[in-house]
């Protein structure tokens, strides 16, 4: 099996929650980086970084224009940036205009990590009332990453994982509560 | 390296050598995007039908400096910004019999008029001279008109209000069908033209400048340079604003501002910019 170094989320409608949900069971010793894009339509993201601050056993923070992608923490995209990972492993922001009508995208953030990680990175794609993501759950798998689509059925608005199922499909398709112990399994040594 | 990264090169170095612009400092994630994005609106079929036409045919390159831009912009972004803006840069600005503002990559311009209005319901404006510049023409031809689409006038109403405005947002402009035309007198004191932040020089002595989201696009080596400009244009105890996610701190040249409002960006040329002459 391929031991994965990365992972990526995104969300949208019920997504602060998802991720509430998600992060506490992920393992401390987690050395993959995560990389967090939910829309949130708040214009401060500092929000979301506190409340899932709270529950995350990772450190969570805003990830930040030129910074180096850390292991072992959570960064959230700032809103009205797009996030984009930088094949040096940095971030880069843009303010280019709006996908599937949001900014930040999934699609952007997920198609750049597919080329700055290829087969290393884990997509994930959760609740959410759009399609944003989907194709880019689609490069990942192109570049022989594992992609993760929560189970339609017990998401808080299915719109967005049946859309990644439909364009992309999934590696797994899973509850929220098994999302972290697959990603345990995928990334731990 | 893959095919499409060797491409990107190709092309980078074809709008360099052929036509001069240079966009090997850009961050390359985003410019990769951006690059697919023009091969999709101009149906070139790849990259390499890309460069052809940058190669070939003449009139291209302003096509693809417009796509390779992005003139994204809105009236007061970031409300708080504009409001520190008013409360404690300008009341510093009014100590100068003259002010130069330079606010380059300016897009579209909506940043300009913002600033314009600003400065006119502060009484600085009759004194004060604008240059507002960007690498792309047609974008500069928009941000000349000053016509936007009336649907965004609401959005910007309620930043106007936020950044502290005195009036009604409506009072600047008039509404025809579906746009909004600013008032022309708000462009009376801006000299909107061409610079390139890649490759032109300093050409003014500055009291303020506004560069807001536009060294998100590059590396850290062109922040630097474009940092430098900046630094050798302002006077000394001139402001620089940058976009709210830009971080000075990776720069080189970091040391020489001061932070006046770190949360908003807004910081102040220290000791080594130009002797002020007010
Ligand atoms: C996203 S817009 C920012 C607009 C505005 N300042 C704002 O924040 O709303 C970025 C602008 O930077 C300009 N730009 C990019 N590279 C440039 C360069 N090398 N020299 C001058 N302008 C450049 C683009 O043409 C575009 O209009």
Same mark, same amino acid.
């Given at each position: 099996?391929?031991?994965?170094s990365?992972?990526?989320?995104?969300?949208?409608?019920?997504?602060?929650?998802?991720?509430?949900?998600?992060?506490?069971?992920?393992d401390?010793?987690l050395?993959?980086?995560?990389v967090?894009?939910?829309?949130t339509g708040?214009a401060?993201?500092?929000l979301?970084?506190?409340?899932?601050?709270?529950?995350?056993?990772?450190?969570?923070?805003? +990830? #930040?224009?030129r910074a180096? /992608?850390?292991?072992? $923490?959570?960064?959230v &995209?700032p809103?009205?940036y797009?996030?984009? =990972?930088?094949e040096?492993?940095h971030f880069?922001?843009?303010?280019?205009?709006?996908v599937?009508? +949001? #900014?930040p995208?999934?699609? /952007?953030?997920?198609e $750049?990590?597919?080329? &700055?990680?290829?087969?290393?990175?884990?997509? =994930?794609?959760?609740?959410?009332a759009?399609g944003?993501?989907?194709h880019?759950?689609?490069?990942?798998? #192109?570049?022989?990453?594992?992609?993760?689509v929560?189970?339609?059925?017990? &998401?808080e608005?299915?719109?967005?994982p049946?859309?990644?199922?439909?364009?992309?499909?999934?590696?797994?398709?899973?509850?929220?509560?098994?999302?972290?112990?697959?990603l345990?399994?995928?990334c731990?040594p | 390296?893959?095919?499409?990264?060797?491409?990107?090169?190709?092309?980078?170095s074809?709008?360099?050598?052929?036509?001069?612009?240079?966009?090997?400092?850009y961050?390359?994630?985003s410019?990769k995007?951006r690059?697919?994005?023009?091969?999709?609106?101009?149906?070139t079929?790849?990259?390499?039908?890309l460069?052809q036409?940058?190669?070939?045919e003449?009139?291209?390159v302003?096509?693809?400096?417009?796509g390779?831009?992005?003139?994204?912009?809105?009236?007061?972004?970031?409300?708080?910004?504009?409001?520190?803006?008013r409360d404690?840069?300008?009341?510093?600005l009014?100590?100068y019999?003259?002010?130069n503002?330079w606010?380059?990559?300016?897009?579209?311009?909506?940043?300009?008029?913002s600033l314009?209005?600003?400065?006119?319901?502060?009484g600085?404006y009759e004194?004060?001279r604008?240059?507002a510049?960007?690498?792309?023409?047609?974008?500069?031809?928009?941000?000349?008109?000053?016509?936007?689409p009336?649907?965004d006038?609401?959005?910007?109403?309620?930043g106007?209000?936020?950044?502290g405005?005195?009036?009604?947002?409506?009072d600047?402009?008039?509404?025809?069908?579906?746009?909004?035309?600013l008032?022309?007198g708000?462009?009376?004191?801006?000299?909107?033209?061409?610079?390139?932040?890649v490759?032109?020089?300093?050409?003014?002595?500055a009291?303020?400048?506004?560069?807001?989201n536009?060294?998100?696009?590059?590396?850290?080596?062109?922040?630097d340079?474009?940092l430098?400009?900046?630094?050798?244009?302002?006077?000394?105890?001139?402001f620089?604003?940058?976009?709210?996610r830009?971080?000075?701190e990776?720069?080189?040249?970091?040391?020489?501002f001061?932070?006046v409002d770190?949360a908003?960006?807004?910081?102040?040329?220290?000791?080594?910019?130009?002797?002020?002459?007010?």
């Amino acid at each position: 099996m391929i031991r994965r170094s990365a992972i990526v989320m995104g969300c949208s409608a019920g997504g602060i929650t998802a991720l509430q949900r998600v992060l506490p069971g992920l393992d401390r010793r987690l050395p993959a980086p995560v990389v967090v894009c939910c829309h949130t339509g708040s214009a401060n993201v500092s929000l979301l970084v506190e409340l899932i601050g709270q529950v995350s056993s990772l450190p969570v923070i805003e +990830a #930040r224009e030129r910074a180096r /992608v850390e292991p072992g $923490t959570v960064h959230v &995209a700032p809103s009205g940036y797009h996030l984009l =990972v930088e094949e040096d492993l940095h971030f880069s922001l843009s303010v280019d205009a709006k996908v599937s009508f +949001a #900014r930040p995208s999934i699609d /952007v953030l997920f198609e $750049t990590a597919a080329d &700055a990680w290829r087969e290393r990175v884990v997509g =994930v794609l959760m609740t959410g009332a759009n399609g944003d993501g989907a194709h880019g759950l689609a490069s990942i798998r #192109r570049n022989g990453g594992y992609a993760v689509v929560q189970d339609p059925d017990e &998401a808080e608005a299915k719109a967005m994982p049946l859309a990644g199922l439909r364009i992309a499909g999934a590696d797994v398709c899973l509850p929220l509560d098994a999302i972290a112990i697959t990603l345990n399994e995928l990334c731990l040594p | 390296m893959d095919v499409e990264d060797i491409e990107i090169e190709l092309f980078v170095s074809a709008m360099r050598l052929r036509h001069g612009y240079d966009f090997s400092g850009y961050a390359p994630a985003s410019l990769k995007r951006r690059v697919q994005q023009l091969v999709r609106v101009h149906g070139t079929g790849g990259i390499g039908g890309l460069i052809q036409r940058v190669l070939h045919e003449d009139g291209f390159v302003t096509a693809a400096v417009e796509g390779l831009s992005v003139p994204v912009s809105e009236m007061f972004r970031d409300p708080s910004v504009f409001r520190a803006l008013r409360d404690k840069v300008l009341p510093v600005l009014a100590s100068y019999p003259q002010v130069n503002i330079w606010q380059a990559g300016c897009a579209h311009g909506q940043e300009v008029y913002s600033l314009a209005i600003l400065l006119q319901e502060e009484g600085l404006y009759e004194r004060t001279r604008i240059y507002a510049t960007d690498f792309n023409d047609a974008a500069l031809a928009v941000a000349t008109e000053g016509i936007y689409p009336a649907r965004d006038a609401r959005d910007w109403s309620r930043g106007y209000l936020e950044a502290g405005g005195r009036q009604s947002f409506s009072d600047y402009y008039s509404a025809r069908y579906e746009f909004i035309r600013l008032d022309p007198g708000l462009r009376r004191n801006v000299t909107f033209f061409n610079h390139n932040l890649v490759t032109d020089k300093v050409f003014c002595e500055a009291q303020l400048i506004l560069c807001r989201n536009v060294l998100i696009y590059f590396d850290n080596a062109l922040q630097d340079r474009t940092l430098g400009l900046f630094r050798d244009s302002l006077v000394r105890g001139g402001f620089l604003c940058l976009g709210s996610r830009e971080n000075i701190e990776f720069s080189a040249v970091a040391a020489e501002f001061a932070s006046v409002d770190g949360a908003l960006r807004i910081y102040r040329a220290g000791s080594s910019a130009r002797p002020s002459t007010p």
